[in-house]
C-alpha cells in the first residue's frame, strides 16, 4: 500500500458567542470513517471527518480530509477492511489533528490538540457494536 495524496475536504470553525463559561471545556469530538475501493485503479479513498457541534463549547468545527492509497496488488479477504478502519485512518488523524489545533490558535484559543486515537480498538468497538446490534430481534 502507497499513500499518496491527502486532501482537506471541508474546514469549518465557529466561535460561540453564547459561551459563558471559563472552565476548561470537555471537548468529545464525533468521528467519522468512510471508504471507496476503485478496484480497477487499485485505489482505496478514505475519507475521515471530526466534528464538534454541540455543547457549551467556545467554538464549534467540522474538519474533513480524504486521503488516497494505491495498492500494487489489491489485497485479499478483510485486510482491505482492515486497511479502511485502521491503517488509513492512522495515517489520516495527525493531518486533521493539525489542521483543529491550527485553526483554534489562529481563532484565538490555545491550541486544541486532539487525544491519539488507537483506531484498532476503535475498530474492534464498532465490529462489537455491529454484531450487538445484528443480535437483537424486532420486538412483535
Known amino acids: 500500500m502507497h499513500f ?15 459561551y459563558n463559561t471559563h472552565k476548561k471545556p470537555l471537548i468529545k469530538p464525533e468521528l467519522s470513517i468512510n471508504t471507496e475501493l476503485r ?7 478514505v475519507t ?5 457541534v454541540t455543547g457549551n463549547l467556545p467554538f464549534f468545527f467540522e474538519v474533513k480530509g480524504a486521503g488516497l492509497f494505491k ?5 485479499e479477504g478483510n485486510l482491505v477492511k482492515q486497511f479502511g478502519s485502521i491503517n488509513c485512518p492512522a495515517i489520516l488523524f495527525p493531518y486533521l489533528r493539525e489542521t ?3 485553526l483554534t490558535r489562529r481563532a484565538g484559543f490555545h491550541p486544541l490538540h486532539l487525544d491519539p486515537i488507537n483506531f484498532v480498538e476503535l475498530a474492534k468497538t464498532r465490529e462489537e457494536k455491529k454484531v450487538i446490534s445484528t ?5 412483535k
Open 4 to 18: 499518496v495524496d491527502f486532501r482537506l475536504i471541508r474546514v469549518d470553525f465557529s466561535i460561540n458567542r453564547e
Open 39 to 45: 478496484k480497477k485503479q487499485k485505489e482505496l479513498i
Open 48 to 52: 475521515l471527518a471530526i466534528r464538534q
Open 71 to 75: 495498492f500494487n496488488k489489491l489485497p
Open 100 to 102: 483543529i489545533a491550527d
Open 135 to 139: 443480535r437483537k430481534s424486532p420486538k
